[in-house]
């Protein structure tokens, strides 16, 4: 059900530490569109559709479906897709900003990517991912201030000082996450 299944996982895709690749490969209707979208990175194969349906069955959107689309498409765009049904497509959505990537080797990619973030430091990546969340939802003053507080921490780790290193040394930095 919605409050012991959807909303859950939705809430653990964004709220994790780790950054969470999608890579979708055929219809994406309903609560999988929150599922989708609560996703960090969103990589679609070619010409895959996206459908609401919702009030098809007499039903709203859920799972956080009204909030992610209205944030990212705008009121209007978001209430055509919600009533009409008429379904966007992986092309429509990357051209809107809500798919990072179309592309036939989506699941390759996919593993491309989540490889290229396993190397980076991983306070540093959990931090931009939570800063980036947040300052979606707040005012810029608020967004600020948590920048700058995650900037004091991470100042301070030894990812930091060893990424300082590597770049002057001209080498690929060696992260542990302290």
Same mark, same amino acid.
């Given at each position: 059900t919605l409050e012991t299944e959807w909303i859950p996982l939705v809430k653990s895709l964004r709220e994790s530490e780790k950054i969470v690749i999608g890579a979708i490969n055929g219809v994406c209707a309903? $609560?999988? &569109?929150?599922?989708? *979208?609560?996703? @960090? /990175? /969103?990589?679609?194969?070619?010409?895959?559709k996206y459908i609401s349906g919702f009030s098809k069955l007499g039903l709203a959107p859920d799972a956080g479906a009204s909030s !992610?689309?209205?944030?990212r498409l705008g009121h209007q765009r978001t209430l055509e897709f919600f009533l009409f049904n008429k379904p966007l497509t992986a092309e429509e959505l990357e051209y809107l900003g809500m798919i990072n990537l179309v592309s036939d080797e989506y699941l390759e990619d996919a593993k491309n990517w989540a490889s290229?973030?396993?190397? /980076? $430091?991983?306070?540093?990546? #959990? &931090?931009?991912?939570?800063? *980036? +969340?947040? #300052?979606? @939802?707040?005012?810029?003053?608020?967004? &600020?201030? +948590?920048? !700058?507080? $995650?900037?004091r921490f991470l100042g301070n780790t030894d @990812?930091?000082?060893?990424? /300082? =290193? $590597?770049?002057?040394?001209? +080498?690929?930095?060696?992260? =542990?996450?302290?």
């Open positions: 309903g $609560a999988g &569109l929150s599922v989708a *979208t609560a996703c @960090d /990175l /969103l990589i679609s194969k070619p010409e895959v !992610t689309f209205s944030k290229e973030i396993n190397k /980076l $430091a991983p306070q540093s990546v #959990s &931090l931009i991912k939570k800063n *980036t +969340r947040y #300052s979606a @939802d707040v005012d810029f003053e608020s967004s &600020l201030e +948590r920048e !700058t507080e $995650a900037q @990812d930091y000082q060893e990424g /300082l =290193k $590597a770049f002057f040394e001209k +080498r690929a930095p060696q992260f =542990k996450g302290h």
